[in-house]
């Protein structure tokens, strides 16, 4: 019996010295920033709309939803207030249905969201593609004090920073508007979705906004902690929704709330980012 024993505890061991030196499996999260289909305005970049009804834009998101059916998400994430998820289990269910458009044109005529939102041109496809019964809604409400800010600066006398900051957010929308004039829905997503441009949606808030107001006064340091403290949240929605189970999600969001949750996710060794780029290309 005691070498039965002696025996049992030496399996155990072994099994949890090769457990523990097995590499941890990350999740997959195919990251997916974009700019809003619906264009509503109310982002700090104001860019001319893109026409995501037309034909083409129509086929190509039909591919770009092709594609991510093989990349099989159990669980798709979007830009829609977390705790509203009950009003979005709706529209889905009836998006599942086929009834969701005619829904739309009935209730709001007049109203480009719900027709044209990356929620639902974009996400609620593939969803419906990928078989899930369910998108989860990861956006939480943060007031951005950008009047603070701008305050700040004027009493400070930071004439040079508020010229710095008008002049990024125009070379931005310029850049923007440009690009969408010139490419295609798929090219502005992977475009969206290069190194070169989360970086610059990254280094936003810390190069210039950051810096605003006198020595003794943080209003813009506290302006890009409350930009970090919203995309934390969301990210830890993301954390917290993710199962055991699931070996793949999706997270479609706007482009600057994808560069922070790239950040994130590179220093979270239970998750890896995977690429649009990298998806289209499979076979």
């Known amino acids: 019996m005691k070498r039965y024993l002696l025996t049992l505890v030496a399996m155990l061991s072994l099994a949890t010295l090769v457990q523990a030196q097995q590499p941890k499996k990350e999740k997959e999260v195919l990251l997916i920033g974009v700019f809003h289909f619906n ?11 893109f ?3 037309s034909d083409k834009a ?18 798709i994430f979007v830009e829609w207030d977390y705790d509203d998820q009950h009003s979005l289990d709706t529209l889905y269910d009836l998006y599942l249905k086929d009834t969701y ?8 005529p007049k109203s480009n969201f719900y027709k044209q939102n990356e929620i639902f041109q974009l996400s609620f496809r593939a969803g419906k593609k990928a078989g899930l019964n369910k998108i989860h809604a990861i956006d939480v409400a943060i007031d951005w004090p950008y009047d603070s800010v701008m305050t700040a600066m004027k009493k400070a006398g930071q004439t040079d920073l508020q010229a710095e900051i008008d002049n990024v957010i125009k070379q931005h929308g310029e850049k923007d508007n440009a690009l969408m004039q010139k490419l295609s829905l798929t090219q502005l997503l992977l475009e969206y979705n290069t190194m070169k441009s989360r970086n610059e949606n990254l280094g936003l808030y810390l190069t210039t906004f950051n810096k605003a107001g006198a020595v003794n006064d943080f209003a813009g340091a506290y302006s890009t902690a409350a930009w970090y403290k919203r995309n934390l949240y969301m990210y830890s929605l993301v954390q917290k929704l993710t199962e055991r189970n699931d070996e793949r999600v999706m997270v479609v969001l706007g482009a600057g709330h994808a560069a922070l949750f790239k950040h994130f996710i590179d220093l979270d060794d239970n998750y890896k980012v995977v690429e649009l780029s990298d998806v289209l290309k499979k076979k």
């Open 101 to 108: 458009f005619k829904y739309v044109q009935d209730k709001y």
């Open 51 to 53: 026409d995501v009804m």
């Open 39 to 49: 264009n509503p305005g109310a982002d700090l970049v104001k860019t001319k709309s």
């Open 58 to 75: 129509q086929h190509e998101l039909e591919t770009i939803t092709d594609q991510i059916k093989k990349f099989k998400p159990t669980k």
